[in-house]
């Protein structure tokens, strides 16, 4: 079984909006299973760049294919801290969404007191939160000071019962994303979008980066995750070429795991 723990959708005005057609193809074509719909607001930036999904799209989309398709939430602090609760409230309750996705990248850090309230929420429902983390993503008005994952270590402290996703492995910042799990064992961490950024970079990272997560965590809190379906076959073959893991882990890290995560 393969799950994919970090996909996205986006506004349908955008000019990369993709048909759920070809998401299926693509799940379809690698073997994949399920894939998890991440929630998307970054706030008054996103706003302005009318970019910010609503959660009722995500929840259409996953009822395209609701055998396929987990859908997230996504909150942000510029707004009020009853409105992201209610909306949590709403996302999971009345919309079947089943986690919260963070993106700090769009002017926060994940330590920010305003979003105290959604992580209690969050451990009250019993969902988990993925915080991007590492590279920011290329929009304008993003900051890359946001995105270490040594800011997560307050929320794993503070919040010890929530669930908690380092996404894209904190890259470059793999070894703080260690320590901030390494006594923690509600946080996990996604591998999504490490081969996008070797292309980027020019530069080794998948295969260094797994190395180093499964040496001192083990395989059993590393989630595949591809960031998009265009990522879907470099990531699953890195994990299946991985000659350090054996087939035990790669099972974990490919599904396992993540029916554990999503209670599947």
Sequence with gaps: MIIDMHNHITVKSSPYYLPVEEYIKALDEWDVEKAVILGKDYGKLGDQQQSNLPDQQTADFVKTHPDRFIGFTGVH?????????????????????????????????????????????????????????????????TRVKYCQPIFIDDVAVDFPDMTIIIAHAGYPWVEETILVGLYAGNVYVDISTLTQIEGVMGVEVMVPTLRKLTSSWGAQRVLFGSDGIFNLEDTIQAVKNADFLSESDKAKILGENAKKVLKL
Excluded: C, M, W
């Design 77 to 141: 602090p510029d707004r009020e801290e009853k409105q992201n609760v209610e909306r949590v409230e709403r996302a999971v309750n009345d919309l079947g969404l089943k986690g919260i996705k963070i993106n700090p990248h769009a002017g926060h850090y994940p330590n920010d007191e305003r979003l105290y309230p959604v992580y209690e929420k969050a451990s009250e429902l019993d969902v988990p939160v993925v915080f991007h983390t590492g590279l920011k993503a290329p929009v304008e008005g």
